[in-house]
């Protein structure tokens, strides 16, 4: 009898060679047990093993799926994308904002901020910069304690130094069912298992927060309340007090990515839970990817174990990047990009719903991405396949599953990047796209 791993290596050649083709459906578990006369635990391990590889996507409910191997497409969020019309990752630039930008290089140059810069940056900044951050980063009531602002190179590296610093390997941390994948790399190499926490249109549910506690103890959480992405929902303040108070119980910490809060008015979670939640940023999105730095804004107490953390890892932040940064934060330029980037995504969004008639949208409409769930005839890798060739990168779901195998049939598409007028026309073809199927494609 063949063990499972010399089945699954069968089925990879057959997935390789296109005698299995991207979008067809394997038999159900139990079936292709009885049909290959083993246990169903043993067909159970060949279509993990294939889905560790990558070959092959699971929707619950729907069945197991055949992906495009990988070695024939290009890695999702790849930087930067790998089509010529990126729908992949999101990089607003608003066209103001390169002459805001030149102002804020030439206040630099003339001022003595330039003597800064060529010395070694701390993760703690100065009282100055602290400040300034805590004061930018203000939603409704919410400020930060500038004595708890805490600095990185961006915020990846905000967000490897929180989690380093509150997960030990071999812990749990919880997080939402779908999630950035930049986090569920940062878990595996840090050796920190991740559990999906079911969610609904409101975000997290605060009861599968407790179940999934109870059945092992988590170390903490990761959690996006405003735009998830890439579902693109917003926690209603209801729901972030629900969420603080079982933190309050369970003595939990919660990593609060607010990369995209700058886009809403909502307060943080940090807000409703202050001694639980450490909040992230950036101004990747506010500002830009090549004029960024990360923010670490935490409770007081845990300030010095995660100073600790960004300077063992290497995370401090880099000087230029840093002044340039805080020199358009006090100078308003920083806070009117983001005003003009409100108005941009609100847009963008609207022009999604409008062009993708064949299509569900789901999330927030001030959001920069939208959460577009199939027609039934389609599969989310074969269509990412399928609008690769159109020279489109859009996102399936299974990059941001935390099961593998379990990724809902839809894809996230990015609006920022593109023109105006070829994001218009990329929609219209992947709506298209979408109303046809791949064998008439075929």
């Known amino acids: 009898m063949h063990g499972f791993r010399e089945i699954a290596d069968a089925l990879s050649a057959q997935i390789m060679s296109g005698e299995l083709k991207p979008g067809e459906r394997l038999p159900p578990q139990r079936d292709f ?10 067909a159970a391990r060949v279509y993990s093993e294939l889905a560790r590889r990558g070959l092959v996507t699971g929707e619950t409910g729907r069945g197991t799926f055949v992906r495009l191997p990988t070695s024939r ?24 904002q390169a002459a805001m930008t030149g102002h804020a290089v030439a206040a630099l140059l003339q001022g003595s901020a330039m003597e800064d810069v060529s010395r070694p940056i701390g993760a703690t900044g100065t009282p100055a910069a602290r400040a300034i951050v805590a004061d930018h980063l203000r939603r409704g009531a919410w400020r930060a304690d500038p004595e708890a602002i805490v600095f990185a190179g961006n915020g990846r590296q905000a967000i490897a130094a929180t989690l380093s610093a509150l997960a030990p390997p071999g ?43 109870a059945a092992a103890p988590l170390s903490g ?28 119980t369970t003595r939990l910490v919660a990593i609060e990515d607010g990369i995209y809060g700058f886009l809403t008015d909502e307060e ?25 730095a990360g923010f670490i804004a935490a409770p007081l107490h845990m300030r010095g174990q995660i100073i600790s953390s960004v300077r063992s890892g290497c995370w401090a932040p880099s000087g230029f990047p840093l002044a340039l940064g805080l020199q358009m934060m006090s100078d308003g330029s920083a806070h009117r990009i983001a005003e003009l980037k409100r108005e941009d995504a609100m847009s963008r969004n609207a022009l999604a719903r409008r062009h993708l008639g064949n299509l569900r949208i789901d999330g927030d409409p001030r959001a920069y991405h939208v959460w ?7 599969r989310a890798d074969t269509f990412a396949m399928f609008a690769a060739r159109r020279g489109i990168a859009v996102v399936p779901g299974s990059a941001f599953a935390v099961s593998p195998g379990h990724a809902p049939n839809a894809v996230r598409l990015a609006l920022a990047s593109p023109p105006l007028a070829v994001l218009a026309d990329s929609l219209d073809v992947l ?8 064998d008439q494609i075929e």
């Open 431 to 438: 709506n298209a796209l979408a109303a046809s199927s791949p």
């Open 221 to 248: 959480l990761y959690v996006q309340p405003s735009l998830q992405n890439p579902v693109g929902t917003t926690m209603d303040a209801a729901r972030r007090r629900e969420i603080a108070a079982v933190l309050a």
């Open 33 to 42: 047990a009885y049909r290959r006369g083993i246990a169903a635990s043993t």
């Open 268 to 292: 943080p979670l940090a807000h409703y839970a202050p001694a639980h939640a450490v909040l992230v940023d950036s101004l990747s999105k506010r500002i830009a990817p090549g004029t960024t």
């Open 73 to 96: 497409q290009a890695p999702a969020l790849t930087e930067p994308a790998t089509a010529p019309i990126d729908l992949e990752l999101n990089f607003p630039i608003v066209d103001e």
């Open 171 to 213: 812990s749990r941390f919880g997080v939402e069912v779908l999630t950035y994948p930049v986090f569920k790399g940062l878990a595996a190499r840090l050796g920190i298992t991740l559990v999906p926490i079911a969610c609904d249109t409101r975000g997290m549910l605060p009861d599968a927060i407790l179940r999934a506690h």
């Open 372 to 378: 577009a769930t199939l027609p039934d005839h389609w």
